[in-house]
């Protein structure tokens, strides 16, 4: 247990035993590492493998090739950079909004006082209890009904899908936002107030500067889960050009997947390289992110 | 939103809008948002999309009130993630409530009223309608034409989907009449003798004339106007039948008639309890739902133990502040978190492929034996855990390292006076101390999992196939993706109403732990804590 050791006075058996500890725990680490970074590896190794596929793959490829590559540059059969693009798109707009959104009504919850302020805030929670995959059918419904009058919000389309997610923005991350300006004093709204400004402008001027760092936290765990998100738009996107990254990849998978390995591997890799990147760059605010709203209390 | 007042209530409130012209702005701008949303509710009523329209108009309304009510106006602040949170979350959720309480799905896919106009176009041959004698002309591209005499000797002409015309010999094509009163010839038509007529395959099969009159051959002799079959009594909600007077009641959906003979197509209606009846009692599906909620409890509770227990042992062995290598080993560790789950789902699935997969293929050489990852029940739950456990012990692992540099230093260090090894430590201080802080997380974890649907979808689909199930259902399944199966896999006929019902269930399951975990972490006290 590491946490005792440090507190034991250094005498020599305890170092030498120190020494044993932390070498069987880097054994363990080096079991744990392979365990995590092996189906990686699998994805890294089998996207240069230049048979392409999943019976012939090595670890380590008998000679490497670019031909992975190469047909998704081509995008042959499949739009790949398309739906690179589109994922990118939606989840970033979609990202963008939701903290706009968000953002203005935790001010409204934050320094406003009216009736029903609590009901509200309560039920916006409860709400969100209702997973959208739930009401997936009745959404999709919707979009259908939709499509006939108004086709530019309906099925098949990215805006249809964005405005889906966005009716999820609202729930937990309006708590979080409260949650994290209810932080900043009100001494500094009053006496801007004092001096004529208008909430408007202490919403943007006084408290988004202050709040950036978590504002950009926040957005970026958004883009993240949006960029990840799978069904919704697997039952409202319908033609080929139209979908993510992940509905494309899915179903090109779905079919062939043992030809279609290599490619699909180039895919998956070239797909998950922007997220990873901003999480190993970015680990310990997202993580601060993920479990301070909900571990404080 | 009846009152609201601003910070301190010591100036007059600084928020409501100051210039005359913003206030015109938005008053114009509503107006023509308001003939925008009109237009479409008018389109949505008359494409029959009722529940809809309602919602739009509902939503409009609250709009115009929070825009135009000064007392409403903190409520402006949210008023677009209002709109969008109503739309697209809350008018889903009610109508997957209505659903539920219906028997929306395969054959009943259309309301009443539609079902009942398609029941009144079917029309049928009665035996004592209003008799023609009839000759046929035929074209050259193979249409039909009858020339057509009533009783009182009066003459029509009738074609395939034209209206059934008085004709005026000499007009429109039409030659001379012989002596029967029969034209010679029609333009574009040659006539068919008796023999011909009667001996031709598809006249008796031809629907003369338009919806409202409609005439078919009855006999060598004999044409006659068919007539609508049912007649809809809306008082007592009853078809019937105009040829036998057979009565089809409504009933549950169809109309149906006493011997148990129903008139298709059916309709939406109104079942009350029975989807969840069936949810609860059926025994055709009792066997393979209380498997999939066996196994779907499992599956959480196993996971986040599991999950947990990998997460909080990697946590401890490396709380340590001078262990080597540190920060490399915990980035390496987090990986499997930083690539999106649907990815990484398909490539374990390709590695755990039979004969192909990487995985199998290491077992074959070192024991001469794999584990039939999709074909045997067992070894399907196993594989899904183990990928839960891939995917998610790094979250475990950052919080619960998280939480252990939390916990003071002096508790050890009584511990340590007290003569405590470090096993005791960590049941007795460690373990307890982190349970409650990453308490919260661990229930937002389980109910994650227990609606982990992308991972039971698209590693498996479900599978492997429960043998002789009324619908769908595979050994993985957990109700979610059993949900999706009735809702949008069309291979056994699709039933939204039992889909809903089912939702409706999870929503009470999850709804019911989410309310234990807000009172834990006294998530509620909060709004009323600050300021």
């Given at each position: 247990m590491s946490e005792m050791d440090k507190k034991q006075k250094p005498f020599k058996s305890q170092s030498a035993r120190r020494k044993i500890s932390i070498g069987v725990r880097l054994i363990v680490a080096f079991v744990l590492i392979i365990f995590s970074i092996f189906p990686i590896l699998w994805v890294i190794s089998a996207s240069f493998n230049?048979?392409?596929?999943l019976a012939t793959q090595t670890l380590i490829p008998a000679h490497l090739g670019f031909g992975n590559y190469q047909q998704l540059a081509a995008s042959g059969d499949f739009p790949f950079w398309r739906w690179f693009f589109n994922s990118i798109k939606i989840a970033g707009i979609t990202s963008v909004l939701s903290l706009t959104i968000t953002t203005v009504a935790a001010y409204a919850f934050s320094r406003f006082r009216f009736k029903g302020r609590k009901t509200m805030l309560r039920a916006i929670l409860l709400i969100q209890v209702f997973p959208t995959l739930l009401a997936l059918v009745a959404t999709f419904l919707m979009i259908s009904q939709i499509d006939d009058v108004i086709?530019?919000?309906?099925?098949?389309?990215h805006a249809g899908l964005i405005l889906v997610y966005l009716g999820g923005a609202m729930g937990l991350n309006i708590w979080l936002m409260k949650g994290y300006m209810d932080t900043v004093p009100r001494d500094i709204d009053e006496s801007a107030m004092v001096e004529g400004a208008t909430s408007w402008q202490i919403f943007t001027k006084l408290i988004l500067p202050l709040l950036r760092p978590i504002l950009i936290v926040i957005a970026i765990i958004n883009y993240i889960s949006t960029y990840g998100e799978f069904i919704l738009a697997r039952v409202l996107l319908k033609t080929s050009e139209q979908y993510t990254l992940m509905v494309g990849l899915q179903i090109f998978a779905g079919a062939q997947f043992d030809q279609r390995w290599g490619v699909f591997s180039a895919g998956a890799l070239i797909g998950a390289l922007p997220i990873m990147v901003i999480y190993l760059i970015l680990q310990d605010q997202i993580v601060g992110g993920l479990t301070q709203g909900a571990v404080k209390g | 939103m009846a009152s609201s007042t601003p910070l301190g209530n010591r100036k007059k409130p600084a928020f409501l809008p100051k210039t005359v012209s913003s206030q015109l702005i938005i008053i114009i701008l509503l107006l023509v948002g308001d003939a925008a949303v009109g237009w479409v509710i008018s389109q949505f009523v008359s494409l029959g999309y009722t529940p809809l329209a309602a919602a739009f108009f509902a939503i409009a309304l609250a709009v115009n009130i929070i825009l135009l009510v000064k007392k409403a106006y903190p409520l402006r602040w949210m008023v677009a993630g209002l709109v969008l949170m109503a739309l697209f979350t809350i008018y889903p959720i009610l109508f997957t409530v209505w659903v539920s309480f219906t028997n929306y799905g395969e054959g009943h896919l259309i309301t009443e009223e539609l079902a009942i106009q398609h029941i009144l176009e079917i029309k049928y041959l009665p035996e004592d309608s209003k008799a023609y004698s009839w000759t046929a002309f035929k074209s050259d591209s193979g249409d039909y034409a009858l020339w057509l005499i009533d009783a009182e000797g009066q003459p029509y002409l009738a074609t395939e989907g034209e209206l059934i015309a008085q004709p005026v010999p000499g007009q429109a094509g039409i030659g001379e009449l012989d002596a029967d009163g029969i034209p010679v010839t029609i333009e574009g038509y040659q006539r068919l003798n008796s023999i011909l007529a009667a001996t031709d395959p598809n006249l008796s099969n031809i629907l003369f004339g338009q919806e409202d009159k409609t005439i078919q051959v009855r006999s060598p002799q004999e044409a006659a106007e068919l007539v609508q079959k049912y007649v809809y009594d809306p008082e007592r909600d009853v078809m019937i039948d105009q040829e036998d007077g057979t009565v089809y009641s409504n009933l549950r959906g169809t109309f149906s008639s006493p011997t148990g003979e129903v008139l298709k197509p059916g309709f939406i209606a109104n079942i009350g309890l029975e989807n969840f009846k069936r949810f609860f009692v059926s025994p055709a599906l009792r066997g393979p739902l209380v498997r999939i909620i066996v196994w779907n409890f499992s599956f959480a509770g196993i996971s986040l133990v599991l999950n947990f227990a990998l997460g909080l042992l990697i946590a401890v062995l490396f709380n340590?502040?001078?262990?080597?290598?540190k920060k490399l080993i915990r980035s390496l560790l987090i990986v499997p978190y930083t690539v999106p789950a649907l990815l990484t789902i398909l490539v374990w699935r390709g590695m755990l492929n039979?004969?192909?997969?990487v995985i199998s293929r290491v077992l074959e050489n070192l024991i001469g034996w794999a584990p039939p990852w999709f074909t045997d029940q067992w070894w399907a739950k196993v594989a899904v855990i183990i990928i839960n456990l891939w995917l998610s012990y790094p979250y475990f692992m950052l919080i619960s390292s998280g939480a252990l540099q939390s916990i003071p230093d002096e508790y050890y260090d009584a511990a340590q006076v007290d003569g405590a090894n470090g096993w005791q430590k960590f049941w007795k201080i460690t373990f307890p101390l982190l349970l409650v802080a990453v308490g919260p997380l661990l229930i937002s974890s389980f109910v994650f999992n227990f609606n982990n649907f992308n991972l039971i979808y698209i590693f498996n689909g479900g599978g492997p196939p429960m043998a002789n199930t009324p619908t769908p259902a595979g050994h993985t399944d957990i109700l979610i993706s059993y949900v999706y199966n009735l809702a949008?896999?069309?291979?056994r006929g699709v039933d939204y109403g039992f889909a809903a019902a089912i939702t409706i269930v999870i929503f009470f399951i999850v709804g019911t732990i989410t309310l234990i975990q807000f009172n834990y972490t006294k998530m509620w006290e909060e709004v009323s804590e600050n300021v």
């Open positions: 230049p048979t392409g596929s086709p530019f919000i309906g099925l098949n389309t | 340590d502040p001078g262990f080597p290598l039979p004969e192909l997969g949008f896999s069309a291979s």
